[in-house]
């Protein structure tokens, strides 16, 4: 069987944890010296896609550029409790600056440098990818959405110390953005390396004012995984308290499942549904609406089924 020397090289380095984090402690001094912040949000972009593939390599092999590692913890608003379980969403430019599904970029894979990862129990996360080019009026950056398993979602994006075009760009140059540019070190190969750590607003973390947690915005996520195999997990906030149903519907409109229902405060909420019907039955395959009701607020969307 051949082996793909770039995956040799991803497992060489990838999650030696331990080493991983002493070494972006030595480089990270600064980030220890200071008081404990949050991780600042950022534009999210036009380039979102719900729903990209579980993976740690972005890159394929062959992507023109240069081979980028970055590795990191996510915590909890205290700076050192790690948020295990934590969705870790990745995108960016390719090296011509072109942006896979939503452009034509010549990729086989129609997600390449897009990945999604979940953080381990001490809150590490890592992946390999490719340095991002320049989009048009943009510094080299990457584009993070960390969604964790309560509390706000954050949309934000990671930026390199040293980029010449960092002064120009309206985001990078933001002084919210400082903590957000990282340097990068160069391994013996030519590949470079860079260490992330993030400190999210949870709703189980001592924050100053509570009420800063709540969500602004009534919202039903996309669930993941869709298709759904066997079970999938939808996310919902809520900015006002509400009676609410979340219920599954079958192409006929037939209600089949109840997943959520009752009175409830505003507030960040999970459900997940293992595509049996009410009786505990599996459903077939097909299509299927996924319907939030929290009146005024009403959502709905769609989950497709493979058996």
């Known amino acids: 069987m051949e082996t793909n020397p770039m995956r040799s090289t991803w497992s060489r380095r990838s999650f030696l944890s331990s080493a991983l984090i002493a070494s972006a402690s030595v480089l ?4 220890i010296a200071r008081a404990c912040e949050l991780t600042t949000d ?4 036009p380039y979102w896609i719900a729903n990209a593939p579980y993976r740690t390599v972005l890159a394929s092999p062959d992507e023109p550029g240069t081979r980028l590692f970055i590795d990191g913890r996510v915590f909890a608003s205290d700076c050192s409790t790690p948020l295990e379980g934590t969705i870790v969403d990745v995108w960016h430019a390719s090296d011509e600056g072109c942006y896979s599904v939503v452009q034509q970029c010549g990729d086989e894979d129609p997600f390449n440098l897009r990945g999604q990862m979940l953080t381990a129990a001490d809150g590490t996360y890592g992946y390999e990818t490719i340095l991002p080019g320049y989009y048009v009026g943009r510094c080299r950056h990457i584009h993070l959405r960390i ?9 934000t994006q990671l930026y390199f110390e040293g980029d010449p075009r960092i002064p120009d760009d309206p985001f990078a140059s933001d002084p919210d953005a400082i903590h957000r540019i990282i340097p990068l070190t160069e391994d013996e190969d030519g590949s470079l390396h860079g260490f992330f750590d993030m400190n999210l607003a949870t709703a189980s973390s001592e924050v100053d004012d509570e009420a800063d947690l709540l969500p602004t915005t009534d919202r039903l996520y996309p669930c993941f995984p869709n298709p759904v195999r066997a079970s999938t997990t939808i996310r919902y906030q809520l900015a006002h308290a509400a009676g609410l149903e979340l219920a599954v519907f079958d192409a ?14 505003a507030g960040y909420y999970t459900a997940v549904w293992d595509g049996c019907d009410e009786r505990g039955h599996p459903v077939g395959s097909g299509s299927y609406a996924l319907r939030l009701s929290a009146p005024p607020f009403r959502r709905t969307g769609r989950i497709v089924v493979t058996r």
């Open 28 to 31: 990270g001094l600064d980030r």
């Open 42 to 45: 950022d534009v999210l972009g």
């Open 147 to 155: 969604v964790p398993p309560t509390g706000p979602i954050l949309v």
């Open 252 to 265: 006929t409109g037939r209600r089949i499942r109840v997943l959520d229902s009752g009175a409830k405060a």
